[in-house]
Nanobody, 124 residues
Framework: QVQLVESGGGLVQAGGPLRLSCVAS????????MGWFRQAPGKEREFVAA????????YYADFVKGRFTISRDNAKNTVSLQMNSLKPEDTAVYYC?????????????????WGQGTQVTVSS
């Protein structure tokens, strides 16, 4: 069982940065692949970024490539999402997710554990 708690959301102007963090409970964090998803009002939850359990592989949705960076610190049970050059269309609730030792997990169906989400609002 893994419990995930996101933080770092807020209101930011277009073009600005924001850093999201997700802290996981448990002693086996380093065995979980981690992902970030987002859901805007009236839309499906969509994949944003993912990182392998070792941190050696990362995956990004096309619409965030070059702007967002996912990273993890297994010693601190934390995964982060650095978001730069934010756009109004990035406004959504952002969710952290975890799955045990899965390679290349980029769909929400592949993830077993979810945080409660953190709101990101980008003003134009």
């Amino acid at each position: 069982q893994v419990q995930l708690v996101e933080s770092g959301g807020g209101l930011v102007q277009a073009g600005g940065p924001l850093r999201l963090s997700c802290v996981a409970s448990g002693r086996t964090f380093s065995s979980y692949a981690m992902g970030w998803f987002r859901q805007a009002p009236g839309k499906e939850r969509e994949f944003v970024a993912a990182i392998s359990w070792s941190g050696g592989s990362t995956y990004y949705a096309d619409f965030v490539k070059g702007r967002f960076t996912i990273s993890r610190d297994n010693a601190k049970n934390t995964v982060s999402l650095q978001m730069n050059s934010l756009k109004p269309e990035d406004t959504a609730v952002y969710y952290c997710a975890a799955v045990w030792r899965r390679v290349g997990a980029t769909t929400k169906q592949e993830y077993d554990y979810w945080g409660q989400g953190t709101q990101v609002t980008v003003s134009s």
